[in-house]
């Protein structure tokens, strides 16, 4: 059941490229950030889902002790590149991949020159989000988006490895295209749709 109107929930994460999506793609819900004074929600799992879960759970029972306003959940994304020629590396791994190299760029031009000579350049992005309303069970709704890799980075839009993903269908990355067009596709906004449409149908 609604208890705010709109549904006001918070979100799980630390990563401003996230936040900023979601607020872009869950217009009708009122997202809260994780605070700063919040803990490092653990993630340690060998899949999304096991993450994503982990993090909703962890935020949830932190909020119910810690919260500093009535929410009506928590909703925590785990997601991640996986490049079929990296066995799906880097995958859950995505945040943590090349840890020595803080800079996206730098992460990038090293994914790229991972991959073999002449190697199958297909890949996609997954997200798994894991909905833990705050008295009732916790739910995962997962979205994927086919693509391949760029040569090389291309654009500034988005974040992480958006400057060398091409979706299926487009000549430019989710670095060079708009964010409407990322979001008409995209992993995060297709869980989202489904994230929403279960939402709805359920009343919560
Ligand atoms: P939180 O756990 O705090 O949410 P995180 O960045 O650590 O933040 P993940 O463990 O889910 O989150 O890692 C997701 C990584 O996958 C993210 O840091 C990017 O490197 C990559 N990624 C996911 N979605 C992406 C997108 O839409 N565009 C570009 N890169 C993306």
Redesign the pocket.
Known sequence: MIVHSPLKVVL????V??LR?FAELLPDIQVVPWPADAPE?P?TGAFFQD?ALQ?AEGARAWWLAHGTEPVDGVL??????CVDALWGGPG?L??RFAPDLPA?RDKIRRLLAMLPEGAVRTAR?V?VLAYAPLQAPPFTISGSVEGSLALEPRGES?????PI?LPEGHDHT?GELPAET?HSL???ARACQALWRRLLGEGM
């Open positions: 799980a994460s630390r990563n490229g996230k999506e929600l993630e993450n993090k925590a994304d785990d997601s991640g590149l859950v995505s945040a996206y992005f997200c988005g974040f992480g490895y958006d993903f989710f990322k995209s992993h995060r």
